[in-house]
């Protein structure tokens, strides 16, 4: 039985790309990874008017149940250009909730 070690963010994170790229701030996540991002509470809240408020709530609480429901260890997103702990990633998707 093959064992599955990492969880990809990315089926959830692409349902609002342009979202993601418009708090692409600081350089691009190709090079930069995370860090690339401005996750502030500022950013996001001038960002998501843009855009489809409960659309994003929705696909980020799924991305969070679906974190809680992996057997993985780790989560990983191409677009975030970032593998780290599943709890890590989780609490970091939980707050961007809390700013929304």
């Given at each position: 039985m093959k064992t599955i070690n990492n969880f990809d963010a990315d089926k959830y994170l692409e349902l609002n790309l342009e979202f993601w790229q418009d708090l692409e701030k600081h350089f691009v996540a190709e090079c930069c990874g995370i860090g690339a991002f401005d996750f502030s509470k500022e950013n996001i809240k001038e960002t998501i008017v843009f855009y489809?408020?409960?659309d994003i709530t929705n696909?980020?609480?799924?991305l969070v149940t679906g974190i809680?429901?992996?057997?993985t260890k780790?989560?990983?997103?191409?677009i975030l250009n970032l593998s780290?702990?599943?709890e890590i990633?989780?609490?970091r998707?939980?707050?961007i909730l809390?700013?929304?």
């Open positions: 489809n408020e409960l696909n980020l609480e799924e809680n429901n992996s057997k780790t989560v990983s997103s191409s780290e702990n599943k990633f989780k609490t998707i939980e707050k809390s700013f929304i």
